[in-house]
């Protein structure tokens, strides 16, 4: 059974207390700004806002959106350079092809001077 409640457990309740409102409002600010930064998640889209069950809830969707649309970016960016690496190969194709017409082109107008062209 308890005793009567003495002037210091009445101070370490209203302290308890106090931190706890104070993480309890943290929280809730927090869940507020996650509203806003969500997109169609915002708290004062209806009269009584959005549950913060539902803002947690859209938070994590969006993440995972977020974390699908980072991975199709790196892949596009993976096939970017690739294309750009072949791009390079070819243009350094292209640029022996040249080389070698010039050259084979300089080899006929002094006669035809190099083997003859099948």
Known sequence: MEGPRTPRDERRRAQHNEVERRR???INNWIV????????CNVDSTKTGASKGGILSKACDYIQELR?????????????????????????QVDELKSENALLRAQLQQGGGGEPLH
């Open 68 to 92: 699908q649309h980072n991975h199709r970016l790196q892949e596009s960016l993976k096939e970017v350079k690739r294309v750009q690496m072949d791009n390079e190969i070819l243009r350094q």
């Open 33 to 40: 700004t996650l509203s806003k930064i969500i997109p169609d």
């Open 24 to 26: 309890r409002d943290k």
